[in-house]
Structure formats: C-alpha cells, structure tokens
C-alpha cells in the first residue's frame, strides 16, 4: 500500500515537473520575487525586522514575570 502511493506521488510529482517546464511558472514567479525585493528592498526590511525582534527578545522580561504578582507567584489580594 505504502508503496503503491509512493509511486502515485513520485508520478504526480514528475507531472508537475513537466507542466513547470512547459510553462516556466516556478522561474517566472522567481523573478518576480527578486524583482520587488530590488525595487522595494524587501530583504534589507525583513533583516532590519529579524535585528529588532532579537534584540526586544534580549531585552525583555520573561512572559510570565507580571508586576501584580508576589515574589511567590501569588496574586496580590486588590481589595484589602
């Protein structure tokens, strides 16, 4: 069983193979890509991002820590 689907796979994935070829989806939508990311600079924004987000994570207390609680974890009891 597990062998026949492999061969159904390994089929459908020559097909694809072969339709991409045809028609040149995979290298038109490539260029695409690299085309935006010269002209916006796509790249250098998600690096600047990828920096920013590393260094809040340095930075920034543990999720759990929370200014209402005790040094023992407990809630403070607000109404009294």
């Given at each position: 069983?597990?062998?026949?689907?492999?061969?159904?796979?390994?089929?459908?994935?020559?097909?694809?193979?072969?339709?991409?070829?045809?028609?040149?989806?995979?290298?038109?939508?490539?260029?695409?890509?690299?085309?935006?990311?010269?002209?916006?600079?796509?790249?250098?924004?998600?690096?600047?991002?990828?920096?920013?987000?590393?260094?809040?994570q340095v930075e920034a207390p543990?999720?759990h820590a929370h200014a209402s609680?005790?040094?023992?974890?407990?809630?403070?009891?607000?109404?009294?």
């Open positions: 069983m597990l062998a026949k689907g492999f061969v159904l796979s390994k089929d459908a994935l020559k097909r694809a193979r072969s339709f991409d070829d045809r028609h040149q989806l995979l290298s038109t939508a490539s260029a695409r890509v690299a085309s935006l990311d010269r002209r916006f600079g796509l790249s250098d924004k998600f690096s600047a991002g990828d920096d920013a987000h590393a260094q809040v543990p999720a609680r005790e040094p023992d974890g407990h809630h403070k009891n607000k109404a009294l």
